[in-house]
């Protein structure tokens, strides 16, 4: 658990580790300030699974981590967006490891979206954040239109991760949080701008 509980990615590390029968390892805020101290932990305790925001990552590459003391087996990004190229030299040494790119946002319970990162993307450095999860619709629209492939629009959220709205604030509730009208449920509008590629992500 690198992050901050206060940040929704904990939400991630905890239960994706604890509910599947994981061994959780717990780091201080003074050892997740210091990319060192956070390398010695995941080569002591063996880490399979790391969960980084992409800039945190980029920090560790500093170090040596390409040894034979690693034991990750998945390498998650979320929070910010991922720039492949900068993991090539790394990836080029550990070819087992699989890297995923994940979009979330606190108000669908954390992730929306994943994708399997391969060679072809990291060497080209592009990455796209790339499908629903099982649990969620994701819908690019402009207004009450859905986009077609390619044309820019809000992503928009629907499935069983979408909160009821927020605390409080039924402004920003109403505003933010609407019947889908596609299905059952609500549809979160996210505000961020996203876009069909021709391949379904």
């Known amino acids: 658990m690198f992050h901050s509980y206060c940040f929704d990615f904990s939400v991630w590390e905890m239960y994706g580790a604890t509910l599947f029968g994981g061994k959780l390892i717990v780091i201080s805020r003074e050892q997740s300030q210091d990319s060192g101290a956070v390398l010695d932990v995941i080569q002591k305790e063996k ?18 981590m390409n040894d034979n003391k690693l034991a990750i087996r998945y390498l998650i990004f979320g929070g ?4 492949p190229a900068k993991l090539n ?8 490891v699989k890297v995923i790119n994940m979009y979330g946002i606190t108000e669908t319970t954390v992730h929306v979206t994943y994708r399997e990162i391969g060679d072809a993307e990291i060497e080209k450095g ?12 994701v ?8 986009c077609g492939i390619g044309v820019p629009g ?4 629907a499935g069983g991760g979408v ?7 039924p ?25 069909w590629l021709p391949d379904g992500n």
């Not at 592009?126 to 619709?137: E, K, N, R, V």
């Not at 819908?139 to 859905?146: K, P, T």
Request: hydrophobic share 35%.
């Open 139 to 146: 819908y690019i629209m402009n207004g009450e239109s859905l």
């Open 47 to 64: 880490v399979t699974v790391l969960n980084q925001v992409p800039t945190a990552f980029y920090n560790l590459l500093k170090y040596n």
């Open 80 to 83: 910010e967006a991922l720039n």
């Open 163 to 169: 909160t009821r709205g927020y605390l409080n604030r």
């Open 171 to 195: 402004d920003l509730t109403s505003e933010k949080f609407i019947k889908n009208p596609f299905g059952e449920g609500n549809m979160y509008r996210s505000g961020d701008l996203a876009r």
């Open 89 to 96: 030299e790394w990836h080029q040494l550990h070819k087992d």
């Open 126 to 137: 592009l990455s796209d954040i790339g499908s629903a999860i099982s649990t969620l619709a």
């Open 154 to 157: 809000e992503l928009c959220v």
